[in-house]
T-cell receptor, first 112, second 116 residues
Framework: AQTVTQSQPEMSVQEAETVTLSCTYDTSESDYYLFWYKQPPSRQMILVIRQEAYKQQNATENRFSVNFQKAAKSFSLKISDSQLGDAAMYFCAYSWAARVIFGKGTRLHILP | DTGVSQNPRHKITKRGQNVTFRCDPISEHNRLYWYRQTLGQGPEFLTYFQNEAQLEKSRLLSDRFSAERPKGSFSTLEIQRTEQGDSAMYLC??????????????FGDGTRLSIL
């Protein structure tokens, strides 16, 4: 069965610094998709970044980038120049066929 | 694009009552998903529609749960004979056409269900 593990329930980072959130997953599939979603307090979940498993190049969206290690089944999110608005729950998600499986999330605190 | 709309935002009901939630997806999206999220957890997949067809159901979706998407537009999720364990946030998401589920999902604000 596919699983997604986020081993860091909470993390803190100083404003303007860089932070990396970890995610590992388990699958026997070779073609799938990975996502990072952000859920601010009492607000809706929004997509941060996505990665197709067949692409070796790591995805980047402005200050957000991923380190995708397919063999290791690892998909970490790096946030550069952290801003107060980055404070939220971050969910790693694995997608294959009709299903999307989310990890339990990492709560990110930004320290001013 | 007005986003995914869910109603009501909050629902408080007594155990044993039936409840129904509504989701209006982004108009051009043909895929619609329902998730359940409990405190401190990530969303758990419940069911998925492509147009009006319900293509996938999680085993979490017991026989007390039913979802419909008539005419492939809005969707409803009904819970019959609610139980304490049904208390959760129910999220709806929609996405457009694309390979598999590679298209990003757009989420609504959710409906928070509280069972007294």
């Amino acid at each position: 069965a596919q699983t997604v593990t986020q081993s860091q329930p909470e993390m803190s980072v100083q404003e303007a610094e860089t932070v990396t959130l970890s995610c590992t997953y388990d699958t026997s599939e070779s073609d799938y998709y990975l996502f990072w979603y952000k859920q601010p307090p009492s607000r809706q979940m929004i997509l941060v970044i996505r990665q197709e498993a067949y692409k070796q190049q790591n995805a980047t969206e402005n200050r957000f980038s991923v380190n995708f290690q397919k063999a290791a089944k690892s998909f970490s999110l790096k946030i550069s120049d952290s801003q107060l608005g980055d404070a939220a729950m971050y969910f790693c998600a694995y997608s294959w066929a009709a299903r999307v499986i989310f990890g339990k999330g990492t709560r990110l605190h930004i320290l001013p | 694009d007005t986003g995914v709309s869910q109603n009501p935002r909050h629902k408080i009901t007594k155990r044993g009552q039936n409840v129904t939630f509504r989701c209006d997806p982004i108009s051009e999206h043909n895929r619609l998903y329902w998730y359940r999220q409990t405190l401190g957890q990530g969303p758990e997949f419940l069911t998925y529609f492509q147009n009006e067809a319900q293509l996938e159901k999680s085993r979490l979706l017991s026989d007390r749960f039913s979802a419909e998407r008539p005419k492939g537009s809005f969707s409803t999720l009904e819970i019959q004979r609610t139980e304490q364990g049904d208390s959760a946030m129910y999220l709806c998401a929609s996405s457009g056409e694309g390979q598999g589920v590679s298209q990003p999902q757009h989420f609504g604000d959710g409906t928070r269900l509280s069972i007294l």
